[in-house]
């Protein structure tokens, strides 16, 4: 079983920054991919970024050239970065690992419980 922790949300102005954790038990190493994803009010869950094959970083369009996903491996944790915050960025930002299932070609996720941002002035 994954269980995954994230913390460092909060509320943060326009412009501001915050550094999102993802705390992983076990070693991430293992699993298939590894992303954040958030969820605004109204909203769908959307993809922010994720870590996927041989290392390779993607970003949405929405956030890109502002956010900075990272691995610590000394820590086991997922880091996000987050710079020129605005209030469209308000949502409920959850860590993300994909693990091979049971069956060949399954695949299973596993959550963290979300962390909130809120960027308001």
């Known amino acids: 079983q994954v269980q995954l922790v994230e913390s460092g949300g909060g509320l943060v102005q326009p412009g501001g920054s915050l550094r999102l954790s993802c705390a992983a038990s076990?070693?991430?190493?293992?699993?298939?991919?590894l992303g954040w994803y958030r969820q605004a009010p109204g909203k769908e869950r959307e993809l922010v970024a994720a870590i996927i094959g041989g290392g390779n970083t993607i970003y949405a369009d929405s956030v890109k050239g502002r956010v900075t996903m990272s691995i610590e491996d000394a820590k086991n944790t997922v880091s996000l970065q987050m710079n020129s915050l605005n209030t469209e960025d308000t949502a409920v930002y959850y860590c993300?690992?994909?693990?091979?299932?049971?069956?060949?070609?399954?695949?299973?996720?596993?959550w963290g419980q979300g962390t909130q941002v809120t960027v308001s002035s």
């Open positions: 993300n690992a994909k693990a091979s299932g049971l069956r060949a070609g399954s695949v299973i996720d596993y």
């Open positions: 076990g070693s991430i190493a293992s699993n298939l991919a």
